[in-house]
């Protein structure tokens, strides 16, 4: 089973302190229930925090997998020093990498979204807003019946 994850670049102070705690627990989770590959997408954020854990978690359970699904080859062109030293690191730890476009387009991100979800049976999220490209992409993983776990939601509730 497949697993991908989408979420906001910037992440609510609030909710920066517990969200390494709830991501590993749904992460677990998952992986307890069959999921094997786990898909991210590049982005600072929430998607460096889930590829970290990722990353994390293979040294635990060697078999599973980490897919990077890429905008462009420059992603982290204009990143400070020290966001790119961490891409770098993730992008050589990860078992995958696909390039969606080889420079920045403007619809590389949406098709990168597409098809961080295409064939995914799970997403876990951090979507705070009604709009966007996390918005976007929660909504055609629902479409797809892929099932959602907002990790807001539970930071809120929780």
């Not at 078999?63 to 992008?91: H, K, M, S, V």
């Not at 387009?105 to 997403?123: A, E, Y």
């Not at 807003?129 to 929660?138: D, P, Q």
């Amino acid at each position: 089973m497949i697993c991908c994850f989408t979420g906001h670049r910037k992440i609510d102070p609030d909710d920066i302190e517990r969200m390494p705690d709830v991501l590993d627990y749904e992460i677990e989770r998952l992986i307890v229930c069959g999921v094997t590959v786990f898909r991210c997408g590049g982005a600072m954020g929430f998607d460096t925090l889930a590829e970290l854990k990722i990353l994390e978690k293979k040294r635990k359970y060697g078999f599973i997998r980490l897919e990077l699904i890429l905008p462009c080859r420059d992603q982290a062109q204009g990143w400070t020093e020290r966001n790119r030293e961490i891409y770098e690191y993730i992008l050589s730890n990860a078992d995958s990498a696909e390039y969606v476009s080889d420079v920045y387009t403007p619809n590389c991100m949406h098709m990168r979204n597409r098809r961080l979800v295409d064939g995914s049976d799970f997403c876990i999220s951090y979507c705070t807003a009604s709009g966007g490209g996390t918005y976007y992409t929660c909504n055609y993983a629902k479409k797809q019946g892929v099932h959602i776990i907002n990790i807001a939601e539970k930071l809120k509730n929780g």
